[in-house]
T-cell receptor
């Protein structure tokens, strides 16, 4: 079946690194995504990784993919108060249906 | 450049009424997706189109829900005889259309059924 799991809440201090974790069930997923949702706003695409990659870095963001364990993580370096938001992990299940399967979202709280 | 535009931003209606939610995708995007997001949850897939063809409607909860994209651009999601359980945020996304091209979302329509 298709399922994506995330921890619900993470609190860090400004300047620390944040690591948000996600597990998924479909081993045939080709792409995995991270989206950010701020209050009252839409879903903003942060980054994505192809399943044949282990790591992708984009400025303060690092995505790590462990395909064997079906585990995805998003690391935010030097976390700022503006990073406070809900972060969603999403996968594209096998079959090229185009749809995304989202996790429940992780609320990141950044304390000054 | 313009992103995905959804209207209205907020819709409040009485139970039993029909509602139509509109999505205007990014210009040139072939694929268009509809999702529904309940409070505290991630978005759940409803349906998607390539051009004007509805490719997958497996996520539509029942036959009160329908969607169209007659000219391969703007799409309308229609809910007939609304019920309170239909209250949610309805999100639209578009992508360039090739498999696994990233989806870009609009700000959503918050639907409240009284």
């Amino acid at each position: 079946g298709e399922d994506v799991e995330q921890s619900l809440f993470l609190s860090v201090r400004e300047g620390d690194s944040s690591v948000i974790n996600c597990t998924y069930t479909d081993s045939s997923s080709t792409y995995l995504y991270w989206y950010k949702q701020e209050p009252g706003a839409g879903l903003q695409l942060l980054t994505y990784i192809f399943s044949n990659m282990d790591m992708k870095q984009d400025q303060r963001l690092t995505v790590l993919l462990n395909k064997k364990d079906k585990h995805l993580s998003l690391r935010i370096a030097d976390t700022q108060t503006g990073d406070s938001a809900i972060y969603f992990c999403a996968e594209t299940p096998s079959g090229n249906t185009g749809k995304l399967i989202f996790g429940q979202g992780t609320t990141l709280q950044v304390k000054p | 450049g313009a992103g995905v535009s959804q209207s209205p931003r907020y819709k409040v209606t009485k139970r039993g009424q029909d509602v139509a939610l509109r999505c205007d995708p990014i210009s040139g995007h072939v694929s268009l997706y509809w999702y529904r997001q309940a409070l505290g949850q991630g978005p759940e897939f409803l349906t998607y189109f390539n051009y004007e063809a509805q490719q997958d409607k497996s996520g539509l909860p029942n036959d009160r829900f329908s969607a169209e994209r007659p000219e391969g651009s703007i799409s309308t999601l229609t809910i007939q005889r609304t019920e309170q359980r239909d209250s949610a945020m309805y999100r639209c996304a578009s992508s360039l259309g090739q498999s696994n091209q990233p989806q870009h979302f609009g700000d959503g329509t918050r639907l409240s059924i009284l």
